[in-house]
């Protein structure tokens, strides 16, 4: 199993940028996918989530009217549109997988992770 994460690199603030976390090797049936984030000596943190009918989405404070979460269930795909950024958002981004169907924040109800990619964004 492996989510496989991408679209991390240096960005001005006020830039945008696109990840996405592809997953193979399995499929995972209706559960739903988030995004955290960790950024230097903090601890990983909630980005957003979503279902897997993309119809049920959360985000966390500092980046709601920011960031979008989206999935593509035939790609087996979750993306992060990221807009507006600011160079509090600097961190390594991960994917994670669900271990249930609901949109759910605590770290330890997901069950598979991506390798991590890197934004840094510059003021």
């Known amino acids: 199993v492996q989510l496989q994460a991408s679209g991390g690199g240096l960005v001005q603030a006020g830039d945008s940028l696109r990840l996405s976390c592809a997953a193979s090797?399995?499929?995972?049936?209706?559960?739903?996918m988030g995004w955290f984030r960790q950024a230097p000596g903090k601890e990983r943190e909630f980005v957003a989530a979503?279902?897997?009918?993309?119809?049920?989405?959360s985000y966390a404070d500092p980046v709601k009217g920011r960031f979008t979460i989206s999935r593509d269930n035939a790609k087996n795909t979750v993306y992060l549109q990221m807009n507006s950024l600011k160079s509090e958002d600097t961190a390594v981004y991960y994917c994670?997988?669900?271990?249930?169907?609901?949109?759910?924040?605590?770290?330890?109800?997901?069950?598979?992770w991506g390798q991590g990619t890197l934004v840094t964004v510059s003021s």
């Open positions: 090797g399995r499929t995972f049936g209706f559960r739903s």
């Open positions: 994670a997988v669900a271990s249930g169907l609901r949109v759910t924040i605590p770290r330890d109800e997901y069950d598979y």
């Open positions: 979503i279902n897997w009918g993309g119809d049920v989405i």
